[in-house]
């Protein structure tokens, strides 16, 4: 019944920005923290980025100062801005939300292609 549904991946050159989102539509009762997670071909799938309630957020070494991760709680909406991408940001990229009592779920996915 709950739906997690991600937007905004693409095809862009190094040095450009995309942003993605992630909308939870269904019954909805609490939202605690939310991310991004991406997971290039070979490699494991690694947390980007995440933000809590309160909004203190967390993100890889590798995207600090490039990304940004925010929240709009009234759409139940996480974001996450990119810019400066590099190659190596190439992989498919996944929403994760943990709703209370539900616990956590994942978006459909989303590919980010960073052409050099």
């Known amino acids: 019944q709950v739906q997690l549904v991600e937007s905004g991946g693409g095809l862009v050159q190094a040095g450009g920005s995309l942003r993605l989102s992630c909308a939870v539509s269904?019954?909805?009762?609490?939202?605690?923290?939310m991310g991004w997670y991406r997971q290039a071909p070979g490699k494991q799938r690694e947390l980007v980025a995440s933000i809590t309630t309160s909004r203190t957020t967390n993100y890889a070494d590798s995207v600090k100062g490039r990304f940004t991760i925010s929240r709009d709680n009234a759409k139940n909406t996480v974001y996450l801005q990119m810019s400066s991408l590099k190659p190596e940001d190439t992989a498919v990229y996944y929403c994760n939300v943990y709703l209370t009592v539900i616990g956590p779920r994942w978006g459909q996915g989303t590919q980010v292609t960073i052409s050099s």
């Open positions: 269904g019954s909805v009762f609490s939202i605690n923290d």
